[in-house]
T-cell receptor, first 113, second 115 residues
Framework: LAKTTQPISMDSYEGQEVNITCSHNNIATNDYITWYQQFPSQGPRFIIQGYKTKVTNEVASLFIPADRKSSTLSLPRVSLSDTAVYYCLVGDSPGSSASKIIFGSGTRLSIRP | DAGVIQSPRHEVTEMGQEVTLRCKPISGHNSLFWYRQTMMRGLELLIYFNNNVPIDDSGMPEDRFSAKMPNASFSTLKIQPSEPRDSAVYFC?????????????FGPGTRLLVL
């Protein structure tokens, strides 16, 4: 199982770029890296997913170095509404009986005016 | 699409009572997951189904918990008898294995309080 390690909390200000790094030293060849966002009283929501190098969508960018032992979620120009808990997950398809999904403790991001 | 639907949204019960949580996954999704979230333990995967078959239930805490998926559009998580330590938010999520890599879609959760 690929365990992930993230900072417990981060603070930033509106308009800033926020980078949250996740360590996953035991990542396996078939594992993908997925980030979820969770607001209070809601279920987690998919943000972005990648395998290597860089992935970008309308919400965020995901940077994965060549060794894949870490990944960085980048949120450009954050706003107050980006205040949430962000989870990094590593794993292959849950359809495989050998895989297991571990959300970890996540990173609590607080954005200030 | 209405997304993943869970019911009830809130449940308050007394210790010893049976609790049944319900989930309707997104139509066309063939994987379904049950999670439990508490402040102390975070978000834990309890069980997941693929094509209505339980694949991994190693996260189910004990025999008091059981989950079923009688068809592709419905699943239940039952706790019998319930205990105060079962108080948590229970999430259901679904995903599609037809995608290159799965993305889970979570429901709004059921907030359970066992007195």
């Amino acid at each position: 199982l690929a365990k992930t390690t993230q900072p417990i909390s981060m603070d930033s200000y509106e308009g800033q770029e926020v980078n949250i790094t996740c360590s996953h030293n035991n990542i396996a060849t078939n594992d993908y890296i997925t980030w979820y966002q969770q607001f209070p009283s809601q279920g987690p929501r998919f943000i972005i997913q990648g395998y290597k190098t860089k992935v970008t969508n309308e919400v965020a960018s995901l940077f994965i170095p060549a060794d894949r032992k870490s990944s960085t979620l980048s949120l450009p120009r954050v706003s107050l509404s980006d205040t949430a808990v962000y989870y990094c997950l590593v794993g292959d398809s849950p359809g495989s009986s050998a895989s297991k999904i571990i959300f970890g403790s996540g990173t609590r991001l607080s954005i200030r005016p | 699409d209405a997304g993943v639907i869970q019911s009830p949204r809130h449940e308050v019960t007394e210790m010893g009572q049976e609790v049944t949580l319900r989930c309707k996954p997104i139509s066309g999704h063939n994987s379904l997951f049950w999670y439990r979230q508490t402040m102390m333990r975070g978000l834990e995967l309890l069980i997941y189904f693929n094509n209505n078959v339980p694949i991994d239930d190693s996260g189910m805490p004990e025999d008091r918990f059981s989950a079923k998926m009688p068809n592709a559009s419905f699943s239940t998580l039952k706790i019998q008898p319930s205990e105060p330590r079962d108080s948590a938010v229970y999430f259901c999520a679904s995903s599609s294995l037809t995608a290159y890599q799965e993305t889970q879609y979570f429901g709004p959760g059921t907030r359970l309080l066992v007195l």
